[in-house]
Every structure is written in structure tokens, then in C-alpha cells.
């Protein structure tokens, strides 16, 4: 499932092609979601957001456009009239002039008023997003002392989006990594140290994430390892999805958890803690 940084570069992709283009061609194919398509028809894309894994395409007039990709969501952008994907279900079509965006495959695509969005099932219950501008260092090491987290241990919390919006499974391996925490350790036995390198690293990776198209590692050390003849899998993280091979920083081999109910990664000797 695509996490925070990838819904957000998408965001980005999507604006840049939608926002103040001119009026839209909509088609939705999505049968829940099809009362949406006359509704929408011939208005004007004023923004795209997004939030956690959720992306919002505003329309003018207070309309908003939500949709979650889940497991097998994805969205093409394309020149006008470019051939559709095969083998996979067109769910919803935005064009203009100059390009077309579709997405494929989702199942939770919706239309609201803007004004509501507050009230949205999902939206409603999601913490902060990992990219907002507005959730600096400060802000997320508040979060992080709330009594009502203190019991969970990083490895639940983190991919918990009532915690922190965006965040996922590979995300929650390199940020414990970085921070050298082990995933079992709890919230609370966190000393203020401790939460402010967790904090840290959350804000950096993700950001990290979003700029250099999924990369954890500092990207100078991951382009060089590539330049090497390492594939861009292995060179991209830390340690997800690197079972049994070295940990860059100590040598040890990495080993592979099942934690919340999914994989995760971990050097044994750096998060000893």
C-alpha cells in the first residue's frame, strides 16, 4: 500500500495537471461513487491535497472528490485520449485540454462537501499528517507525550493513523532504525532524548521519503551504493526488506519481525535499546 510520501507526490503530479486547466471532463465508473460524475462535470479543479494515505481533489463550488488507494489503487497521468491501462478497472477519469489523470482499481472513492469534510468517517479520526508543514519538531514531540499513547509499544503505534497520519510499514522500519529504538519498547519508557531523536527521524525520513521518490537513506549514501552495482531495493533503505544481509551502519544481519500483523525489519545490534 502506498504510504504518506507516495499519496503526496501524487497530490503533487495531479495538481499540476488538473489545477486551473480549465473545465473538466469527469467520467466515474466506480458505481457507489457514479452520481459524482454529473455532479461534477465541467467544473474547475481548484486543489489537491492530501491527507495521511486519503488524496482530496477540490472542485469549485465546495466540492471535494476523496478517494484511499488501499492495496491496489493507482493513478495515471496521461496525455488526452492515451490508450488506458489493460488488466486493470478504470474507476474514475479527470480530463482537461492538456492531459488526463485516471485512477485505476481503488474502492473507497467518494464525493463530499467540502465544509464536511470534518465529519468524514475516516478523515475525522486520523492524526496529524507526517508532511504537513504545520507539524514541526516541536509539535510532534507533544504528541508523542500524550497519556493516551504512552502504553503502545512503536511497533503498534506506528502504523497506527490516528497517531500519525501517512505513516506505513516501511516507514515504521527505518524510523525505529534511525532512532535506534527496538520496536517493542514502549512510548512511555522513552526518555526525552529518546522521543526527540524519534521525532526527529519520523519528520526526516518521511520528508526524505517524498523528495527522493521512496529513499530513506541519505541520498548521497544510497546513490553511491547503486553507482556500486547495488539494486535500487536494497540501496534505498536502511533495513526493510533486507533480511539476512550486513546492516550498513554495524555489519550485523538484519533480521525480519512480524509485528502488528506485518513485516518489520530490524538491526539487532543497533536497536538493542
Given amino acids: 500500500m502506498p504510504e504518506g510520501p507516495e499519496i503526496h507526490r501524487v497530490a503533487n503530479q495531479l495538481a499540476d495537471v488538473l489545477v486551473d486547466q480549465g473545465p473538466c471532463e ?6 457507489p461513487a457514479a452520481h459524482a460524475e454529473q455532479i461534477l462535470q465541467g467544473r474547475r479543479v481548484t486543489s489537491v491535497t492530501s491527507h495521511g494515505k486519503a488524496l482530496l481533489i477540490h472542485f469549485e463550488e465546495g466540492l ?14 496521461t496525455e488526452p485520449r492515451a490508450p488506458t491501462f489493460p488488466n486493470r478497472r478504470l474507476r474514475v477519469e479527470l ?10 482499481s481503488a474502492t473507497d472513492i467518494e464525493l463530499w462537501d467540502t465544509s464536511a469534510l470534518g465529519c468524514h468517517p475516516f478523515l475525522s479520526r ?8 504545520e507539524l514541526n519538531l516541536t509539535a510532534l514531540n507533544a504528541r508523542f ?5 504512552a502504553k503502545r509499544t512503536l511497533q503498534s503505534l ?6 500519525v497520519a501517512g505513516l506505513g510499514n516501511y516507514l515504521r522500519s527505518e524510523i525505529l532504525f534511525e532512532a535506534r529504538l527496538h ?9 526525552p532524548e529518546a522521543r526527540r531523536k524519534l521525532a526527529r527521524a519520523s519528520l526526516n525520513l518521511a520528508a526524505r521519503s517524498r523528495m527522493h521518490q521512496g529513499i530513506t537513506r541519505p541520498i548521497r549514501e544510497a546513490k553511491r551504493a547503486m553507482r556500486l552495482g547495488i539494486d535500487y531495493e536494497d540501496a534505498r533503505f536502511w533495513v526493510f526488506d533486507r533480511e539476512a544481509l550486513p546492516c550498513y551502519t554495524c555489519g550485523t544481519l538484519i533480521e525480519r519481525l512480524t509485528a502488528a500483523g506485518r513485516r518489520l525489519y530490524l538491526c539487532p545490534l543497533c536497536q538493542s535499546q
Fill in 26 to 31: 469527469v467520467r466515474v465508473l466506480y458505481p
Fill in 64 to 77: 471535494t472528490l476523496y478517494s484511499h488507494n488501499q492495496l491496489y489503487g493507482i493513478w495515471q497521468i
Fill in 145 to 149: 507525550q500524550r497519556p493516551i499513547f
Fill in 158 to 163: 506506528f502504523l497506527d493513523q490516528t497517531f
Fill in 95 to 104: 480530463a482537461t485540454n492538456t492531459a488526463t489523470a485516471r485512477l485505476y
Fill in 183 to 191: 520496536p517493542a519498547r514502549k512510548l512511555g519508557q522513552l526518555n
Fill in 126 to 133: 486520523l492524526g496529524p499528517d507526517i508532511l504537513d508543514p
